[in-house]
């Protein structure tokens, strides 16, 4: 929701500058261009101000069109403009002299030739400005029409104009035929195939004709001298004369409201300056223009977004340069007139600035101990956001600490950050990260035990996230094959079953199965058959019926008996068949080295 700021956008309105108040769209035109000359401190000059107040309901009631058009081609002096009401006045009454004989339409061709050969001389396209066509001759499509129009006016010809996409030309409407006036050329009147073609040659312009509707609007004298406006908006831009042209699109729109172009021109130049501003941090007025531009378009996101950056810049500028205190009472200003959370949130970014300050210098300690005492210090609503900030710095700061390899610190600091947010993924992550690290760093620093020990604290404490879980198990299948490498069998039977809560069933399955046989196939290559036996023994009173083990039990009796029929202790190996018999009776290998041992015998 969008508030007016107060203390930039007051509305005032200048009674003898603008014309009578009309409802609904001309209220908000009139305050718009109130707002603007307030903002930026430049008010209609005398000229303009008769202008506004003679322009009502598309009339002009008291000064001609062509005076009309001197003043919105920029003449401010009285001086000067009476000087060429003067020759306007000359103009017209020669007008009158000539053609006051001749029905409206000979009127009216009869004056544009008229115009061309004694007044104009050549087509500039950028010259919109009546003064100029009346001093020199230089003209464009509206410094023309006007001019046309504001002597045809003085001659009883009730001239209108009509307006395409880039293009202006007069109209004379009658009760018979409506004529179009292509005042841009000496032979414009009801214009011939020639006179279309020297049109279009002079000014590149493609014509629309009277059957073309939906490409032309006629428009009153009044939007006509509006377009004067535009062009100089226009002039004004390229110029990079922003606020000059600002205030002439707003001006072309008090005098008609229905010029498309001008809106949206208005609106994109409001967006653009105020980037500018806002870039320069000239927050005030760039705040206000785009509170403006929010008026002329509710819906415009990335106004909004300006709107809403524009103020979090301005309070972070207010708590560089001001005490805190007045820092957070622009930021909460800002609140009242946006209500988002990131506003909110600012008043919790001078302490964050601060902290992040130390954070820069590698005092992550110090940062976060000023984190600490923001929380009494700022307003209720704005805690949410603190806490959102506080755990950002943690996170960076476990980061910081792993990227160090004191996972230690780190794993307070994460302690830290999860006392905040029991449930936040990242941390949960980073903790994860941790655990596996510090656990494989205790071990290589210590022992495999103090690394078991510090895992399963760790599991006690956050074994609920599955992460946790995965990291402990994955610790266990390291620190159990390592210590199979170092042949310590028992620690890793031991550590095996303590990890019956990490490990999935598959897992402790396939972990004890390795651990019993790689322990048998040590006292196998030591020739300890016996040894190697009762291990695989004791590994199937804890896993009956494993596969593995029984048939590496079953091979390592035969493999038993072979050495000694190597060594022709037939009688010796012949007991040790006999005894794998009675644990598995049915098996065809042992029955036949038995058979090839009691061969010997008889």
Same mark, same amino acid.
């Given at each position: 929701?969008?508030?007016?700021?107060?203390?930039?956008? &007051?509305?005032?309105?200048?009674?003898?500058?603008?014309?009578?108040?009309?409802?609904?769209?001309?209220?908000?035109?009139?305050?718009?261009?109130?707002?603007?000359?307030?903002?930026?401190?430049?008010?209609?000059?005398?000229?303009?101000?008769?202008?506004?107040?003679?322009?009502?309901?598309?009339?002009?009631?008291?000064?001609?069109?062509?005076?009309?058009?001197?003043?919105?081609?920029?003449?401010?002096?009285?001086?000067?403009?009476?000087?060429?009401?003067?020759?306007?006045?000359?103009?017209?009454?020669?007008?009158?002299?000539?053609?006051?004989?001749?029905?409206?339409?000979?009127?009216?061709?009869?004056? &544009?030739?008229?115009?061309?050969?004694?007044? @104009?001389?050549?087509?500039?396209?950028?010259?919109?400005?009546?003064?100029?066509?009346?001093?020199?001759?230089?003209?464009?499509?509206?410094?023309?029409?006007?001019?046309?129009?504001?002597?045809?006016?003085?001659?009883?010809?009730?001239?209108?104009?009509?307006?395409?996409?880039?293009?202006?030309?007069?109209?004379? #409407?009658?009760?018979?035929?409506?004529?179009?006036?292509?005042?841009?050329?000496?032979?414009?009147?009801?214009?011939?195939?020639?006179?279309? =073609?020297?049109?279009?040659?002079?000014?590149?312009?493609? $014509?629309?004709?009277?059957?073309?509707?939906?490409?032309?609007?006629?428009?009153?004298?009044?939007?006509?001298?509006?377009? !004067?406006?535009?062009?100089?908006?226009?002039? %004004?831009?390229?110029?990079?004369?922003?606020?000059?042209?600002?205030?002439?699109?707003?001006?072309?729109?008090?005098?008609?409201?229905?010029?498309?172009?001008?809106?949206?021109?208005?609106?994109?130049?409001?967006?653009?300056?105020?980037?500018?501003?806002?870039?320069?941090?000239?927050?005030?007025?760039?705040?206000?223009?785009?509170? &403006?531009?929010?008026?002329?378009?509710?819906?415009?996101?990335?106004?909004?977004?300006?709107?809403?950056?524009?103020?979090?810049?301005?309070?972070?500028?207010?708590?560089?340069?001001?005490?805190?205190?007045?820092?957070?009472?622009?930021?909460?200003?800002?609140?009242?007139?946006?209500?988002?959370?990131?506003?909110?949130?600012?008043?919790?970014?001078?302490?964050?600035?601060?902290?992040?300050?130390?954070?820069?210098?590698?005092?992550?300690?110090?940062?976060?101990?000023?984190?600490?005492?923001?929380?009494?210090?700022?307003?209720?609503?704005?805690?949410?956001?603190?806490? =959102?900030?506080?755990?950002?710095?943690?996170?960076?700061?476990?980061?910081?600490?792993?990227?160090?390899?004191?996972?230690?610190? +780190?794993?307070?600091?994460?302690? +830290? @950050?999860?006392?905040?947010?029991?449930?936040? $993924?990242?941390?949960?992550?980073?903790?994860?990260?941790?655990?596996?690290?510090? %656990? $494989?760093?205790?071990?290589?620093?210590?022992?495999?035990?103090?690394?078991?020990?510090?895992?399963?604290?760790?599991?006690?404490?956050?074994?609920?996230?599955?992460?946790?879980?995965?990291?402990?198990?994955?610790?266990?299948?390291?620190?159990?094959?390592?210590?199979?490498?170092?042949?310590?069998?028992?620690?890793?039977?031991?550590?095996?079953?303590?990890?019956?809560?990490?490990?999935?069933?598959?897992?402790?399955?396939?972990?004890?199965?390795?651990?019993?046989?790689?322990? %048998?196939?040590?006292? !196998?290559?030591?020739?300890?058959?016996?040894?190697?036996?009762?291990?695989?023994?004791?590994?199937?009173?804890?896993?009956?019926?494993?596969?593995?083990?029984?048939?590496?039990?079953?091979?390592?009796?035969?493999?038993?008996?072979?050495?000694?029929?190597?060594?022709?202790?037939?009688?010796?190996?012949?007991?040790?068949?006999?005894?794998?018999?009675?644990?598995? #009776?049915?098996?065809?290998?042992?029955?036949?080295?038995?058979?090839?041992?009691?061969?010997?015998?008889?």
């Amino acid at each position: 929701m969008i508030k007016s700021t107060g203390f930039t956008l &007051l509305f005032y309105i200048i009674l003898l500058a603008l014309p009578t108040a009309q409802p609904g769209a001309d209220d908000s035109r009139r305050k718009i261009f109130s707002e603007l000359t307030l903002i930026l401190q430049q008010q209609p000059n005398p000229l303009e101000q008769t202008l506004f107040k003679d322009a009502t309901n598309h009339q002009f009631k008291t000064l001609s069109i062509a005076q009309e058009g001197l003043i919105a081609s920029g003449v401010k002096s009285w001086t000067e403009f009476n000087k060429l009401s003067l020759k306007l006045s000359s103009l017209e009454e020669r007008a009158q002299q000539l053609f006051s004989g001749y029905s409206p339409s000979e009127k009216a061709k009869k004056l &544009l030739i008229w115009l061309h050969e004694h007044v @104009l001389t050549t087509y500039t396209e950028k010259q919109s400005l009546l003064q100029v066509a009346l001093k020199n001759g230089l003209y464009n499509c509206v410094s023309v029409t006007v001019l046309y129009n504001g002597i045809g006016s003085s001659l009883q010809l009730p001239l209108k104009a009509v307006s395409t996409e880039k293009h202006v030309f007069s109209l004379l #409407p009658s009760s018979a035929q409506n004529f179009d006036i292509e005042t841009t050329t000496q032979y414009g009147f009801n214009p011939s195939l020639a006179a279309v =073609q020297e049109l279009e040659k002079k000014t590149g312009f493609v $014509r629309v004709g009277q059957e073309e509707v939906s490409a032309r609007r006629e428009i009153e004298n009044v939007e006509l001298i509006a377009l !004067i406006y535009f062009n100089r908006a226009l002039t %004004s831009i390229a110029e990079k004369d922003y606020e000059q042209g600002l205030l002439l699109f707003a001006k072309a729109l008090l005098l008609d409201p229905s010029l498309k172009q001008a809106r949206s021109s208005l609106n994109s130049l409001l967006s653009m300056y105020s980037a500018e501003l806002l870039n320069q941090q000239k927050y005030k007025v760039a705040l206000a223009l785009i509170e &403006l531009g929010l008026q002329l378009s509710p819906d415009n996101q990335a106004m909004k977004h300006k709107f809403t950056a524009g103020w979090h810049n301005y309070a972070l500028l207010a708590a560089k340069t001001r005490p805190a205190t007045e820092a957070i009472g622009v930021i909460r200003t800002a609140y009242d007139l946006l209500e988002t959370e990131a506003l909110r949130a600012l008043q919790a970014q001078i302490f964050v600035t601060e902290a992040l300050a130390f954070s820069s210098k590698d005092q992550w300690e110090d940062g976060y101990k000023v984190l600490l005492k923001a929380q009494p210090l700022i307003s209720a609503n704005s805690y949410s956001s603190l806490k =959102q900030w506080t755990e950002h710095y943690l996170l960076k700061w476990s980061i910081n600490e792993i990227k160090n390899k004191s996972y230690d610190l +780190a794993f307070e600091v994460i302690y +830290a @950050l999860l006392s905040l947010n029991a449930n936040k $993924r990242i941390a949960i992550d980073n903790l994860a990260y941790i655990t596996q690290e510090w %656990s $494989r760093q205790i071990a290589r620093t210590q022992s495999i035990e103090a690394a078991t020990d510090k895992i399963n604290t760790i599991v006690r404490q956050y074994g609920q996230h599955k992460k946790i879980k995965k990291v402990a198990s994955q610790y266990t299948i390291w620190a159990v094959k390592r210590l199979l490498k170092e042949q310590q069998f028992a620690q890793a039977l031991a550590m095996t079953n303590a990890a019956k809560a990490v490990l999935k069933q598959p897992q402790l399955i396939q972990m004890l199965t390795v651990v019993f046989d790689q322990w %048998s196939q040590a006292y !196998i290559k030591q020739q300890n058959w016996g040894k190697a036996v009762k291990t695989y023994q004791l590994g199937l009173q804890q896993l009956p019926n494993n596969h593995t083990l029984i048939e590496n039990e079953k091979y390592t009796w035969n493999e038993w008996g072979r050495a000694f029929i190597k060594e022709k202790k037939i009688k010796i190996a012949t007991q040790i068949f006999n005894k794998a018999l009675k644990r598995y #009776p049915n098996d065809e290998i042992l029955k036949t080295n038995l058979r090839y041992c009691q061969q010997f015998q008889h």
